[in-house]
């Protein structure tokens, strides 16, 4: 077979661990493919000392690519919303394929671009956009296409992983360990993308639309980030037999799909809670395989290369399937945020006296919310508030929520309770 | 698109939850397909309670099946070698694709089997082989395709890691829990082919085979059960920080291929020495992702229905590639067990008298052995031996077992040494 020519635009970290992983594994990918797979050209600014593109073409104009009738694959690794939409656009209009490893592109524009490639003919691949080296785009479309899923859960942004891990092993606080990540390379200057759990929603987005057949809906994902959890909460939560993770969630329920990204307390004995540190896991249940985790590294070079060629061998190789999974798409409604169930934890500051706590109880008991554990600590020296901690069984959002306004109008608990969903993910 | 046609022979455990999975999932199945997916004939001698077959064709004569022109892919869930495989050479002959979830007989008969598929121009599928409900054999074979593989170690007997797990627990004996694991139907009533790691070994060649591009060779396959293993060395590894696994192993060496099954000691720390009771789970690292590892239940109708049909709907989607990942295999040199460099763990009984220690300390020494950590007990009440409990760092098992014979006959040592092989998986 005539080999496959690749256009690469881009070539910062994972633009230039692509580029070396199709040079250096190219004995083995050819092997995989059937046929050669050649780097045609390269679209950049800038150069990567990391690659030596002393044979290759380069130019620093990334429309050139899109325009180059030699391509058969553009691999889109810029980034940001607006030039790779149209870079891709333009690729797809000239009869290429397209592989991107742009999780924002996709989650936001995917339906146009989607649309645009199956008018074309052609096969967009964005493996990468998702838990980096995990083929876990792969492993739901395809490996576990036999069953009606029922629930995925991620975690899908390791600079979140690494920051909740580093609380709880260290005992530190949120800022402090934020500032390492940040100097490690872990997370951005501006972190509101990874904190706010905004690259996970993206990424659950993705997730869901093909777990479940429906449309990519980035703007129906409820999103709430890390950045209040304290080191006290994560301490609390291994008391009481949990671990807070930053997860992705999605279900499909009786009256429609969960959808979710959040600070969750998860049992310590399930697998998902023992993933530490930057690494990602998805939890993908399904009625007949019941649950299965993917684990790997979510980002880097390395990682993420290894997805984005694999979608450049999967097209070499004529493998092409509807990119998101279903032939077609159902339009189920997605519930708002307080029409969901989950278990909380509740942790509120209280006076020191008699029967505060007996009120706070009362209060949830008044709206039919059922408690599973207590713990109240003695107030520390000095101090006249001590913290009450409270985890409920599963009840709706907003019947939650009017409690909670109930007991902070409540004169013996002072400021604000703090409110973290809990999952058992069973 | 036409539909596609499926003869299911074999109505047992998993071909009544293929059956099931079919019926049940059918809508998002022909969503994900794009075209329906029908049952046209099922073979089978006995009738299975847990299916309604009363719209079916059945048909006591499962080559009936395979002479059946109005089917496109034969389910074979008969096992066994011999009718399995011809039935299987019959399908192909009758130009039908073939899906399968008999391990043994595609790491025995895999070779001849794919070439007369390649033959005939039609695809088998065996994800349902290896590791149940996880889909293993895609995430190796496309997922992870731009990689180097360097390793594969699995969790790939469902049957052997529950017997650990209860031996760690609970602190059982082997016997004890093996017996329970066949009143509960996670063991055979001939346990040999789960304890002794011959299931695993298939599961392992067929892994090693995806992932190197090698031949199919169960017969160079090392293989050691756990019928050995004490609940003394399971509580020895603990304290030592480690836990015994039964793995399959194959990594890629500058002087062959390393393939093999045995106990094997596991950092704690590992995500895999997390994974308990009947679960698998197998760890691929790649020279670009890194390490990555999947996880699932390895057995059951459901989770190995979920495998069978992920490979009907390969089939339906017009999803083809080689068989073995690799569209030409490299003949490399499997090591034998001898030049396998491990850790090793080894447990002996001494005389409870000076010097004793000093004696092995530097009979290992003087075999280029370097200990890494020692455990010795005090005698229990009225015994003259005590345990001597030793870690070693990595070593060629010739020199190993030289080191050990020069044990096992220095007087102050009682009976053999138990050795079992170490493994950092990093």
């Known amino acids: 077979m005539k080999p496959v020519k690749v256009g690469i635009c881009g070539l910062g970290t994972v633009g230039g661990g692509t580029f070396n992983v199709l040079t250096e594994n ?10 050669e797979i050649i780097i045609e050209q390269v679209g950049t600014r800038r150069p990567n000392p990391a690659c030596d593109t002393s044979n290759t073409q380069v130019t620093d104009d990334i429309f050139a690519v899109a325009e180059n009738p030699e391509i058969d694959i553009l691999v889109e690794l810029i980034g940001g919303y607006d030039v790779a939409r149209e870079l891709v656009l333009k690729a797809i209009e000239n009869g290429k ?7 924002a592109l996709i989650a936001v524009h995917g339906a146009e671009i989607f649309a645009a490639a199956k008018k074309a003919g052609v096969t967009v691949g964005y493996e990468a956009g998702v838990a980096g080296g995990i083929p876990v785009i792969k492993a739901i479309r395809e490996g576990l296409a036999a069953n009606h899923i029922e629930r995925v859960a991620g975690i899908i942004n390791g600079t979140g992983n690494f920051i909740l891990t580093e609380m709880r092993d260290k005992g530190r606080d949120f800022d402090d360990v934020l500032q390492e990540a940040q100097a490690l390379g872990y997370a951005e ?10 690259d996970a929603a993206h990424k659950l987005t993705i997730l869901s639309s093909i777990a479940y057949g429906i449309p990519l809906q980035f703007e129906n ?11 006290d909460d994560v301490q609390y939560a291994e008391e009481l037999g949990y671990r807070i993770k930053h997860l992705g969630i999605s279900a499909r329920t009786s009256t429609g799909i969960d959808l979710r990204v959040h600070p969750t307390l998860v049992p310590l004995d399930n697998m998902i809670a023992k993933v530490d540190g930057v690494m990602n896991a998805v939890a993908v249940k399904g009625n007949a395989v019941n649950d299965t985790l993917f684990c790997g590294p979510g980002a880097g070079a390395g990682p993420t290369a290894s997805a984005v060629v694999a979608d450049i061998i999967d097209i070499a190789r004529e493998i092409s399937i509807e990119p998101l999974a279903f032939n077609s798409l159902e339009d189920v409604r997605v519930l708002p945020i307080e029409e969901v169930e989950t278990g909380y934890y509740l942790r509120m500051q209280a006076l020191d006296k008699a029967g505060v706590m007996a009120r706070v109880a009362s209060i949830l008991s008044n709206n039919g919310i059922n408690i599973e554990a207590i713990i109240q600590k ?7 508030l001590v913290p009450i901690i409270m985890l409920t069984h599963k009840v709706q959002e907003k019947v939650m929520n009017q409690a909670i306004a109930e ?20």
Do not use: Q
């Not at 003695?378 to 006249?384: K, L, N, S």
């Not at 109008?409 to 400021?415: A, E």
């Open 189 to 198: 200057a501006d972190p509101t993308f990874d904190v706010e759990g905004i």
């Open 407 to 426: 007991i902070e109008d409540y004169g013996d608990i002072n400021g604000s309770v703090t409110k973290i969903r809990v999952e058992h993910l069973n």
């Open 378 to 384: 003695e107030p520390a020296e000095g101090e006249i």
């Open 221 to 231: 994902c409820f999103t709430e980030g890390i950045s209040k959890i304290t080191r």
């Open 97 to 103: 394929h397209v592989v991107t490893a742009n999780k």
């Open 26 to 35: 190219n004995h083995d990918i050819a092997r995989r493919a059937g046929r």
